[in-house]
């Protein structure tokens, strides 16, 4: 007989609650941490990011994982557009991260900058950061 608490429910469950953390993740506005990680209201800045490679570009530039500047205080705003390759944006200190997510892709997060100093912004997929694909936020 299966057991009605074996790994394969546990697994089932795992995925379910996944899968509800990124339909929150997906809908912008709910507030993981009211805090830090969702900021509600109009961006002071809204940084318009692509993906592909190993490598960020602010949209329309060519420079490889470009120092990103804000203010202390910013309400910051990362739209991130994969156009190659799966990955994701991410900043420890801030408690934020978009979706992982594959080419062609968008997802939109919303901070408050409000620790000054220079944070590694990263892809936390596979090994990408430790291929390089990682840059500065620098909250000035
Ligand atoms: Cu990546």
């Not at 969702?38 to 993906?51: F, M, Q």
């Not at 944070?119 to 596979?126: I, M, N, Q, T």
Request: charge should be negative; include cysteine.
């Amino acid at each position: 007989m299966t057991s009605r608490t074996g790994p394969g429910r546990l697994i089932f469950a795992g995925l379910a609650l996944i899968a509800a953390v990124a339909l929150v993740a997906a809908g912008g506005q709910e507030q993981v941490d009211e805090d830090k990680q969702v900021a509600d209201g109009e961006p002071d800045v809204v940084l318009e990011l692509t993906a592909e490679g190993r490598e960020f570009y602010i949209a329309g530039e060519d420079e490889e994982n470009p120092d990103l500047t804000v203010a202390q205080g910013d309400v910051v705003q990362v739209k991130l557009e994969i156009t190659g390759g799966f990955h994701d944006w991410v900043v420890d200190e801030f408690d934020v991260a978009t979706e992982q997510m594959s080419a062609g892709n968008t997802d939109t997060i919303q901070f408050v900058a409000d620790e000054s100093g220079e944070f590694e912004y990263y892809c936390s997929v596979g090994t990408h950061r430790q291929e390089g694909m990682y840059g500065t936020l620098i909250v000035e």
